[in-house]
């Protein structure tokens, strides 16, 4: 599908000239990222955790949350971190449940008093419920619940645990519901609140909890280094990028800093994923959380349970570790499959998608832990807000994700009388329905509504240039310039750039099967560069030498045989 191009406006020349000593084009990049003043631009490229992070308590409650979780301690009562079963779930029980571990053994504290819970994806569904605070009562004995990545929306389940003598601290960062559950909130979003960082993950919210306990067992006498929450930012980073929120202001600095900490990780369990997956320790960034950890860690909660990988990322016995990450890696490699069936089988059901607005692909036994990873391959295909629906009798369990300018929960909204529960954001959503009547006039609402919502314009996708530039710009400068914005990610993504009119001096398909495209292009001035286009291959049999083509690019580095050379990094192509 053709991309229209929209290279940013140029930065005003008043502006340019307020900051002669920067790179004018390291300046174009850091304006297109919202990034002003010199105080913003001194955060951006160099952040600083003293500086840039926000003190834990900062949180309202963090405080109450802090002496509940030592009064438990000390009474020997049971603690249960219930997570989320997704990578921002499993890695915030992590931080909070080998926090706790360290307490208990800073304080001779009774380790077993620490216990987690995660349910189970299909059988359990999200949140807490009910029926779980009511089996850790009568089983676990449970005094104190700590959620992580779940809890505001589970009023219900909170207030039972009350009724039953169990408190709870909320570790969250979803959308506030209509009713805010009885207990200790720890959220960015509970109005009022006054911690500045809206946006971190679950993840995230956990690691500030886990930092003001470690302060206070520091105050308390026990002997934790300076820094040793630190050592938690591997997950952080971890979970920042899969529950993609957005690298920008505080965020940033956790996910550089948590970089640094996976890069040197201690867990054995992520050295273990990390030897399976082919990663390699010390060349780690949001590229190998996002394709290589991430998806690893996800498949437990999709295709068994995510207790796998929380017990991965707090093993500590090396040969434990080694069979639970080759388990989780064979997990995953059974998710691509499952999933990839899914995806084709979806993708004949959807034929021709020329006039539909929103797609619709629902079909007997699809897995409900597949069906967003399949609307979101779709999406990106078709460029269209796409639901993926499997059924199981009358029970329909389906999954959403969508364009920029439609809210495709807005669109669950107009159908919610025909839906069981649904929820989500904007990019993304998730309900179940009973019934094939009701599941049929909750499609036919949600059709309706994006008949209306959607015009063909926004059916364009847009590729956001950062600036034109020729090809004699392509230095190691500019190189060095681009190295110091990363980590990219969500709000900050890989600069891209735009020259136009070069001409094709070589070119040919490479790779296994032919489907990469290798090609050289030359200035008008003589200067040539070499260009990678990974699955570009099919443009071999459309170019000819001596032509002219406008290219959209990364700028990278082709090592080999020990000598680096700048590339282009082919993002799209078209003849002049």
């Not at 620490?114 to 004995?141: F, Q």
């Not at 990028?241 to 640094?260: A, C, Q, S």
Request: charged share 20%; aromatic share 6%; hydrophobic share 40%.
């Amino acid at each position: 599908m053709h991309q229209q191009w929209q290279v940013a406006q140029p930065i005003p020349e008043q502006e340019r000239a307020s900051f002669p000593e920067i790179d004018p084009v390291l300046l174009q990049l850091l304006w297109n990222r919202g990034v002003r003043t010199q105080e913003e631009i001194d955060v951006f490229v160099g952040p600083d955790w003293s500086r840039d992070t926000h003190a834990p308590d900062l949180f309202l409650h963090m405080g109450e949350a802090v002496a509940r979780v030592f009064a438990a301690l000390e009474r020997g009562e049971v603690i249960t971190v219930h997570g989320d079963y997704d990578a921002d779930g499993v890695c915030g029980s992590a931080v909070l449940l080998s926090t706790l571990r360290d307490l208990c053994r800073a304080f001779s504290f009774d380790e077993n008093s620490v216990t987690s819970y995660i349910p189970h994806r299909e059988k359990e569904g999200y949140g807490i419920s009910v029926g779980t605070i009511e089996r850790l009562h009568a089983h676990d004995h449970t005094k104190l619940v700590i959620t992580v990545d779940c809890g505001i929306s589970n009023k219900p389940a909170i207030d039972r645990g009350r009724e039953l003598g169990i408190d709870t601290i909320v570790c969250d960062h979803h959308t506030m519901p209509a009713e805010l559950p009885t207990a200790i909130l720890i959220h960015p979003l509970v109005p009022g609140e006054t911690y500045p960082n809206k946006q971190l993950c679950g993840t995230g919210v956990a690691f500030k909890l886990a930092n003001a306990l470690i302060q206070e067992a520091r105050r308390r006498g026990a002997a934790m280094a300076q820094g040793q929450e630190k050592w938690l930012l591997d997950l952080v980073a971890i979970a920042t990028v899969t529950d993609v929120m957005p690298l920008t202001g505080e965020n940033r600095v956790l996910e550089k800093f948590g970089l640094i900490v996976l890069n040197k990780t201690k867990r054995k369990g992520l050295v273990k994923l990390l030897e399976v997956a082919g990663s390699t320790l010390g060349e780690l960034d949001t590229i190998s959380i996002g394709f290589q950890i991430g998806p690893r860690l996800n498949a437990a909660g999709r295709m068994t349970h995510a207790s796998a990988a929380l017990e991965l990322l707090l093993e500590e016995d090396d040969l434990r570790a080694t069979t639970l990450a080759l388990q989780l890696h064979e997990t995953n490699l059974a998710r691509q499959k499952a999933s990839q069936q899914m995806y084709e089988e979806a993708k004949a059901q959807l034929g021709d998608v020329t006039g539909k607005k929103i797609l619709v692909a629902v079909q007997d036994g699809w897995s409900a832990g597949l069906v967003g990873l399949v609307a979101g391959k779709l999406q990106n295909e078709y460029h269209r807000p796409v639901l993926v629906v499997g059924r199981d009798g009358e029970k329909f369990v389906g999954s959403g994700r969508s364009i920029d300018g439609f809210d495709v929960t807005a669109a669950l909204r107009v159908a919610q009388e025909h839906l069981d529960k649904f929820g989500g954001h904007p990019q993304a959503c998730g309900f179940s329905v009973t019934g094939e009547a009701r599941f049929a006039r909750a499609m036919a609402a949600v059709q309706a509504f994006a008949s209306e919502q959607i015009d063909d314009a926004l059916l364009c996708p847009i590729l956001k240039i950062d600036t034109d530039i020729p090809l004699e710009g392509i230095t190691w400068n500019l190189f060095e310039s681009v190295q110091a914005l990363r980590p990219f990610g969500t709000g900050n993504p890989a600069p891209l750039f735009v020259s136009r009119g070069v001409k094709v001096v070589a070119f040919s398909a490479v790779g296994k099967d032919q489907s990469h495209l290798q090609l050289r292009v030359q200035s008008a001035g003589g200067k040539i560069a070499r260009a990678i286009g990974f699955r570009f291959g099919a443009w071999a049999s459309r170019l000819t030498l001596g032509s002219r083509v406008d290219l959209v690019y990364e700028v990278d580095v082709n090592e080999w045989n020990g000598s680096r050379e700048l590339q282009l990094k082919l993002v799209d192509l078209v003849c002049s």
